[in-house]
């Protein structure tokens, strides 16, 4: 009998999808979510066949019957070994919050397929909820060395930036951007991929758009940007008034008028 018990996960999530997704990057950061799919009948975790089973797991994982999920991937992986089964059940354990078994998991994956760069992009994000940051970016650029996807690009983005490094990490936001732009929001289609991208990790990356833009001289780009950052809750956006990137910025009438409107929840 396969349990009932019901976990949500805290990840990133931006949307773990909102970043669960990680999903800043993830950090999300967030995890992505699995893509929404056609409910299937109930099938027998013994009778089933792997597709099946497998299939079954998906709905569940959606769901966020996450225990009922593993059961059903778990009994797939018995009837037939599996790369992508062992990263969904990676992806299972990372929604629930238990790290240590999404390692074991999604490592079993990439043992099986060397080149998996979603998993290996997964075993990436599990580092960075550990806050084994180089582990982390290790495994992104990996990642990326395999195959080149924007949500790499944004989970090896967030990491610099949790380790200071913001530079690197606007380089690598900004190839995501221009890759999807709508990496931020956007869910995974496979659901086998994850991104660390918090709202304050997406908030910062408009912000630092902004500031090149403003140094560069791009005023309308650069207000853009900061409006998103705005809308986002960037806690630090008083920065503005004192980065030397925003000079000119700051003698525009429309940064004034911006700066007046600015939400209430974030500190003035």
């Known amino acids: ?46 009778d089933s066949s792997p597709e099946a089973l497998d299939a079954r797991g998906d709905v ?28 969904k059940i990676g992806m299972t354990y990372l929604s629930m919050g238990n790290l240590d078994k999404a390692q074991s998991s999604i490592e079993k994956s990439i043992k099986m397929d060397k080149k998996y760069a979603e998993a290996i992009n997964n ?3 599990t580092f960075y909820l550990k806050k084994k940051y180089r582990q982390a970016e290790k495994n992104y650029k990996k990642a990326l060395a395999i195959r080149d996807a924007a949500s790499f690009h944004s989970n090896l983005g967030t990491v610099y930036v949790e380790q200071k490094q913001y530079e690197k990490g606007m380089t ?3 190839k995501a951007y221009q890759m999807d732009p709508d990496v ?28 090149i833009y403003a140094g560069s001289g791009d005023l309308d780009k650069s207000l853009l940007y900061l409006k998103k950052s705005l809308e986002d809750g960037f806690p630090e956006i008083d920065k503005v008034y004192k980065d030397s990137e925003f000079a000119s910025l700051r003698k525009d009438q429309r940064f004034t008028e911006l700066m007046s409107q600015r939400p209430n929840a974030i500190p003035q």
């Open 1 to 46: 009998m396969s349990r009932r018990i019901l976990l949500v996960s805290s990840l990133f999530i931006l949307a773990v999808s909102a970043f669960a997704q990680l999903q800043m990057p993830g950090a999300q950061s967030q995890i992505q979510e699995v893509k929404p799919v056609t409910p299937v009948p109930q099938v027998s975790l013994t």
């Open 60 to 87: 569940l994982r959606q769901e966020k019957n996450y225990l009922d999920a593993i059961d059903y991937y778990e009994a797939a992986l018995k009837k037939k070994s599996d790369a992508v089964i062992y990263n």
């Open 123 to 125: 075993l990436g994000v």
């Open 172 to 174: 690598e936001y900004a």
């Open 184 to 211: 931020f929001e956007r869910s995974s289609r496979t659901g086998v991929s994850a991104r660390m991208q918090s709202p304050e990790d997406r908030a910062r990356f408009f912000y630092l758009l902004a500031k």
